[in-house]
T-cell receptor, first 116, second 113 residues
Framework: GAVVSQHPSWVICKSGTSVKIECRSL??????MFWYRQFPKQSLMLMAT?????????EQGVEKDKFLINHASLTLSTLTVTSAHPEDSSFYIC????????????FGPGTRLTVL | GQNIDQPTEMTATEGAIVQINCTYQ??????LFWYQQHAGEAPTFLSY????GLEEKGRFSSFLSRSKGYSYLLLKELQMKDSASYLC??????????????FGKGTKLSVIP
């Protein structure tokens, strides 16, 4: 099946620093990737849609200057949380769209971010 | 917009059968997905329905009725490892968010001995 990796799996950083999270589709090309955030005991919330070679589309209420997304290749999208603050601490999960077969989104394992 | 509704929690006994329901309202329906999410982990894909009827995959089956805006996930021969949240997600091709999935809040299933 389709495999999506995410790195790092967890990160602890100081307030004010920036953190980059990578999402890779390992065995398929993904022109579209998605970034979600999930707070404890809450549902997945879509942050943005990442399209290869073009600007990301952000959901309402998500600051594009704070959450920088780059989708430079068909297998890699990155999310950079700039000037992170404790309220940004969350579980960040990416997914990649596999257009073959059932055209399904497959999720990476997630990145747990803790901002001190 | 879309509205996806599923029960918050369910409890079932090991070896039994459990049915998790999902109702939805959407204007440009193009598929319903079920994902399993264990605590602290990312969702994993379970099933996909776009036409009415039952899709069976091992111990898991998923049913869809587009006219009723209704789906269910059926888990047979429950095992302790099936304790997880089960997310219903709808793909809607209308509007600007084409292809995006909208997720329900998930049903937390607890399997007891």
């Amino acid at each position: 099946g389709a495999v999506v990796s995410q790195h790092p799996s967890w990160v602890i950083c100081k307030s004010g620093t920036s953190v980059k999270i990578e999402c890779r589709s390992l065995d398929f090309q993904a022109t579209t990737m998605f970034w979600y955030r999930q707070f404890p005991k809450q549902s997945l919330m879509l942050m943005a849609t990442s399209n290869e070679g073009s600007k990301a589309t952000y959901e309402q209420g998500v600051e594009k200057d704070k959450f920088l997304i780059n989708h430079a290749s068909l297998t890699l999208s990155t999310l950079t949380v700039t000037s992170a603050h404790p309220e940004d601490s969350s579980f960040y999960i990416c997914s990649a769209r596999d257009r073959s077969g059932t055209d399904t989104q497959y999720f990476g394992p997630g990145t747990r971010l803790t901002v001190l | 917009g879309q509205n996806i509704d599923q029960p918050t929690e369910m409890t079932a006994t090991e070896g039994a059968i459990v049915q998790i329901n999902c109702t939805y309202q959407t204007s440009g329906f193009n598929g319903l997905f079920w994902y399993q999410q264990h605590a602290g982990e990312a969702p994993t894909f379970l099933s996909y329905n776009v036409l009415d009827g039952l899709e069976e995959k091992g111990r898991f089956s998923s049913f869809l009725s587009r006219s009723k805006g209704y789906s269910y996930l059926l888990l047979k021969e429950l095992q302790m490892k099936d304790s997880a949240s089960y997310l219903c997600a709808v793909r809607d091709l209308s509007g600007a968010g084409s292809y995006q999935l909208t997720f329900g809040k998930g049903t937390k299933l607890s399997v007891i001995p």
